[in-house]
């Protein structure tokens, strides 16, 4: 997330990148959020209450943030994003459906209660991952969701990375999105700002792809943004 609060700002003011959700009902709805990628960054507790973020995304080095963020911003939604050593998902339904449940175990929800969304793997699927690779990466995501849920937390699914993703592809999803929390996208624009269809807001073409056949689509978390 470019712009976020990392070890670069140490020294210097503190900046921001913008974690969007979007709600997909009728229109659009956004609210701006905060990134923060060390607990080092200078002052980032108020940093994040100054803002008035309505949400904040935390990276492992900065979890440690957590309760404190809570206790002055009650009502922030807190996401946090564990770095995983990436594991190939078993092309097996089953077995990927297994392999989720075991990653929301890993996470360290119990050291940091006050995490309200936790993301799983991160730009695991591209355009060119095979129809079955998305199908049991749905079974992948499907189990984490449901350990989630039973662990009294939220899922942020898929943080898809900017430009893949087809709407097709995207279909394969629709039992898991039914039940997941959120999902996540790298909606990054060009150098210039310039924001297009295919590769910023590819987001909305899932989205159309669902309503127009009557499915839910779950709210949207821009879990990285900024500029290439």
Known sequence: MSGGLNEGNQDGAAGHGAVVVLHTGQD???????????????EPVRFVQESNARLVL????????????????????????????YQDIPLDPQ????????????????QFPTVDVWQSYNEYLTND?????WHTAAQFELGF?????????QSCVLNIAVGNGTAIQL?????????????????YTAPDGQVDLWHTERFSLWVEA???RGWRFPPIILTETGPY
């Open 28 to 42: 659009w709805a956004m609210k701006s959020g905060i990134g923060i990628y060390s607990a080092s960054a200078r």
């Open 58 to 85: 935390l990276a492992d080095t900065a979890l440690e943030l957590s309760p404190a963020i809570r206790a002055v911003c009650p009502e922030i939604l807190i996401i946090g994003r564990k770095w995983f050593q």
């Open 95 to 110: 077995l990927a459906y297994s392999k989720g449940e075991s990653v929301a175990f890993q996470l360290p929800f119990q």
């Open 129 to 133: 991952s095979s129809p079955q690779e």
């Open 145 to 153: 969701t449901r350990r989630m849920h039973q662990l009294g937390k």
């Open 171 to 187: 279909e394969t999803f629709r039992d898991t999105l039914q039940e997941a929390d959120f999902l996540g996208y790298h909606a």
């Open 210 to 212: 669902y309503r127009s």
